[in-house]
């Protein structure tokens, strides 16, 4: 079901919303039908569109109008935006905790270290410059040397 209006926030009626951005009101009906544009409702189910929704809608009508844009395409565009969003969100998240880690020190990595369930200093993780890297397997080697 469609969300309910909130008190204390501005919400206009679908005429308004028409008039101001000269539109048809089957227009911002069908944006709703294809999912684009989520007004929410009265008790008398009377649409009711937010300062949210018309941010939404200036953004979907300037991909119609200005660049061309099908709904089809408007819908893989508002998508892709709304995951670039919360990924940009996980992102900061992530770097917040890494500012945390830091912040508690370098200390406190030797003692954390110490509980880890693979236990190995880093340098046991790096492979030395000077051990002979082979391509062939072993097998391939010994074979060659016994066909000589």
Known sequence: MAKRAERGK?????SAVSQKYNIHPQTLRLYEREGLLKPSRTEGNTRLYSEDDLEQLETILALT????VNLAGVEIILNMR???EQMQGEVNQFMEY???ELARGIDDWEARLSTALVKSSPTDLVRHA??????????????AQTSK
């Open 10 to 14: 501005a919400y206009y009626m679908i």
């Open 98 to 100: 890494v500012k945390r």
């Open 82 to 84: 709304r995951k670039i």
């Open 130 to 143: 000077t051990q002979p890297r082979t391509d062939e397997p072993e097998s391939a080697k010994s074979k």
């Open 65 to 68: 109008r200005d660049l061309g």
